[in-house]
């Protein structure tokens, strides 16, 4: 008696599944993205296979479960997320279940009692298509991802080459969803300071933001481009990624990072890249890690990775600071006060002719004086480049 009533519904089918293709639709209204014609079809296709095993009393076939997972590749493609996939075949199969049932009830209470005793092959059915669908999902979704990942890495590789601006990396910028002629500002950190999962959560942050975005590790390095976006955006996402707290434009507290200068094209970003590794460079250097930006710290920044060589020049006033650091802290409270000794002696809670003679013991250890031009620059940069711990 009930095979009949699976029949009835296969011949329902031309103005059943639309109706349920238009309730999937409505509730779930990200299936606008599938052509409503070719939702309608698979719809059917789905359907007609279900009602015509359960009528045969059968579990799906290898070839229905293989066109399910094509199925489920396809909506991965067409950018779908799982859950609202899941969704609708959870909602194709109510309205069935609830149309097989009204149908039931019509015929009689042995027809209710008989199509309750399909309940287990129906869910099963349910259970085997959804877990083909699903699996599909993912594969599709993790060879999506992994190309992603792959062009992001060909991209940020290729500011590095000599010519960043050749075609393939305009049109890779391109498919990214860069500007090639815009605005580009780069980041450069430590891939060690990002604990499990934290690269992914910096991505999932700043997708909620304007512009573009590509952030991704090789190697023991940390690589930021983004156009279009605030870079105090960047780093107070980069701080939520680290666990750590930030400021609003500092970043994360503890964690050393190069901020690039803004630059134009293909070329300004790669620009960009070595401004980030050298303020990357000085910020290791630094006690107590944060955000160098090449905008503020240009000048160390730059020699920072040239710190080795700069040893021989600048060597004795590192290792000068290092054995008497209460003359350093003279000469940078004589810089930061506007060369005033008597300001740079409030500022230290001492006498002014303290700091003078501070000052003049600088100048004889070093041979630098810090009241001359060479002598402030080269007593500045040595305490910059080389601070305490890091003597040549």
Do not use: C
């Not at 299936?31 to 939702?39: C, R």
């Not at 991505?203 to 304007?210: I, K, Q, Y």
């Not at 004795?316 to 650091?325: K, M, Q, S």
């Amino acid at each position: 008696m009930i095979d009949s009533l699976f029949r009835e519904m296969i011949d329902e089918l031309p103005s059943f599944a639309p109706r349920v293709t238009e309730m999937i639709r409505t509730e779930m209204p990200r299936y606008a993205v599938v052509p409503e014609k070719e939702h309608i079809h698979d719809v059917t296709v789905q359907l007609h296979g279900l009602l015509g095993g359960l009528e045969r009393g059968i579990m799906p076939s290898a070839e229905y479960l293989r066109a399910s997972s094509r199925l489920g590749a396809a909506r991965a493609v067409q950018g779908l997320p799982v859950e609202t996939v899941l969704g609708a075949y959870h909602i194709g199969y109510r309205e069935t279940w609830n149309a097989l049932m009204q149908g039931a009830v019509r015929r009689g209470q042995e027809s209710v009692a008989e199509l309750a005793g399909q309940v287990t092959t129906f869910w099963t059915w349910i259970q085997e298509l959804t877990d083909a669908v699903a699996v599909a999902y993912e594969t599709v979704l993790r060879s999506e991802l992994s190309a992603q990942e792959e062009r992001y890495r060909r991209l940020i590789e290729a500011m590095a080459a000599a010519d960043p601006a050749d075609e393939a990396t305009v049109t890779l910028a391109r498919s990214l969803g860069y500007d090639p002629a815009g605005v580009f500002q780069a980041f450069r950190g430590r891939s060690a300071d990002l604990p499990n999962g934290g690269l992914e959560r910096f991505r999932r942050h700043v997708a909620t933001g304007p512009g573009v975005v590509v952030a991704t590790m090789h190697g023991d390095a940390l690589s930021v481009l983004s156009q279009g976006v605030p870079d105090g955006f960047i780093l107070r996402s980069l701080g939520r990624a680290m666990g750590q707290e930030s400021g609003p434009e500092s970043g994360p507290a503890d964690a050393p990072l190069g901020v690039g200068l803004p630059r134009t094209g293909l070329s300004g970003a790669a620009d960009s890249f070595q401004d980030a590794d050298g303020a990357l460079s000085l910020a290791l250097r630094r006690d107590g890690g944060g955000a160098v930006r090449y905008s503020v710290a240009w000048l160390q920044s730059s020699l920072a990775e040239q710190s080795r060589r700069l040893s021989d020049v600048l060597g004795v006033g590192a290792r000068t600071a290092h054995a008497h650091p209460h003359l350093a802290a003279a000469v940078i409270a004589y810089a930061d006060h506007g060369f005033v000794p008597t300001a740079a002696a409030r500022a230290l809670n001492v006498h002014p002719n303290t700091v003078v003679y501070r000052l003049d013991r600088w100048t004889t250890l070093t041979g630098w004086d810090p009241r001359t031009r060479d002598g402030l620059m080269r007593s500045l940069l040595a305490l910059d480049l080389y601070p305490a711990g890091r003597t040549p």
